[in-house]
Every structure is written in structure tokens, then in C-alpha cells.
């Protein structure tokens, strides 16, 4: 089974967009674009991982598309998920989560956002 039988793509930050069940290529060329702009961005550490999205086949579900997002981040673990009625809208919500998730993964050590010593009642220094 070679990649173009999954429906699998590439980005260019090594992310692969795999699709399960009823997926058209216009679907999959929007999600893979989405994803492609939430990771693809100046300043973000080396990005890999995977994306998998899957269309159920039962007619009566009221959500019938989810995915998800295993990203690597640098040295920290992404983890999104996503249940929607269209594709479309399945895109739009991953690359919104996907996006606020590296952000805050960029940004969780950034000592700028700290105050610059802590008040002397928890041990800072005193006037």
C-alpha cells in the first residue's frame, strides 16, 4: 500500500496528512493546506508528525468527521483532536488548534512573559 492509496500527504515541515475512508482530494488539499499554515511559520522549532483524518461511514452520524493531530514540536508533544459535520469546518477547527497549541509550546518557557522577581513577602528581594 503505497501513500497515494491512503490519501496520505507531506508538508514541508515533515507532517503527514493521512486520510481514512470516503475522503475526497478536494478535502484533503484544504486540510492539508490548513495544516501546512499552522506549522509552517518563522520562529517555530523543527516540526514532524502526523495528521489523520477519518470520515465515518454510517449515514446517522451527526459528526461524521474527526481527526487528529500528532505534532513534535521541537522536543515537546502536540496533541489535537477534532470531531465536525464538514470537512471543511474539521480543517478550520484543527488549524485553530493546532496553531494556539505550538504557540503555547513556543512561548511556555519564555521567561519575558515572568515578572522580574517576585515580591518580597515570597522571597524577593527587599528595598
Do not use: F
Request: aromatic share 2%; net charge positive.
Amino acid at each position: 500500500m503505497t501513500a497515494k492509496d491512503i490519501g496520505a500527504r507531506e508538508t514541508t515541515a515533515a507532517v503527514l496528512v493521512r486520510a481514512d475512508g470516503e475522503v475526497d482530494e478536494e478535502a484533503l488539499a484544504y486540510l492539508h493546506e490548513k495544516v501546512a499554515a499552522a506549522v509552517d511559520r518563522p520562529g517555530l522549532p523543527s516540526v514532524s508528525g502526523e495528521v489523520r483524518v477519518r470520515r465515518a461511514s454510517a449515514h446517522h452520524v451527526e459528526l461524521p468527521w474527526s481527526g487528529r493531530a500528532d505534532i513534535r514540536v521541537g522536543s515537546d508533544l502536540v496533541v489535537v483532536q477534532a470531531r465536525e459535520a464538514s470537512a471543511r469546518e474539521l480543517a478550520d477547527r484543527l488549524h485553530d488548534r493546532l496553531r494556539s497549541a505550538t504557540e503555547r509550546v513556543t512561548h511556555r518557557s519564555d521567561t519575558t512573559r515572568r515578572t522580574a522577581a517576585p515580591p518580597p513577602w515570597r522571597g524577593g528581594p527587599r528595598k
